[in-house]
């Protein structure tokens, strides 16, 4: 049974930082590719980072490019977000996403399809 477990969400003021961790069992993490993904009520889930399986290329949505960092540490099967000089317009909920099927070392999936499991989301507040 494959689970992603999310931590290290919560409440902090504009210009902060937060890191959200993802650590998955029942996958072959190594060879996963790993995303973040957010969401607002009223809007679809989007992508804000990837991460290829072999952690050499990564992805960033637009918005959060120049702060926000994704990584992985394959060797404790999980992957990280660092969020730094937080808006508020970062305020969503977040998911962490695996994507176990087989795919090339750089493969880097970019949408939601792409992935096939899925955290339980940690919300994250930003207050101006």
């Known amino acids: 049974q494959v689970q992603l477990v999310t931590s290290g969400g919560g409440s902090v003021q504009a210009g902060g930082s937060l890191r959200l961790s993802c650590t998955a069992s029942g996958l072959t993490y190594s060879r996963s590719c790993m995303g973040w993904f957010r969401q607002v009520p009223g809007e679809e889930r989007k992508a804000v980072a990837t991460?290829?399986?072999?952690?050499?290329?990564?992805n960033y949505a637009d918005a959060v490019k120049g702060r926000f960092i994704i990584s992985r540490d394959n060797a404790k099967n999980t992957h990280y977000l660092q969020m730094n000089s937080l808006k508020p317009e970062d305020t969503a909920m977040y998911y962490c996403?695996?994507?176990?099927?087989?795919?090339?070392?750089?493969?880097?999936?970019?949408?939601?399809?792409?992935?096939?499991?899925w955290g339980q989301g940690t919300q994250v507040t930003v207050s101006s």
């Open positions: 996403a695996a994507d176990s099927r087989p795919r090339p070392p750089d493969w880097l999936g970019r949408e939601i399809r792409e992935y096939n499991y």
């Open positions: 991460i290829t399986s072999d952690g050499k290329t990564t």
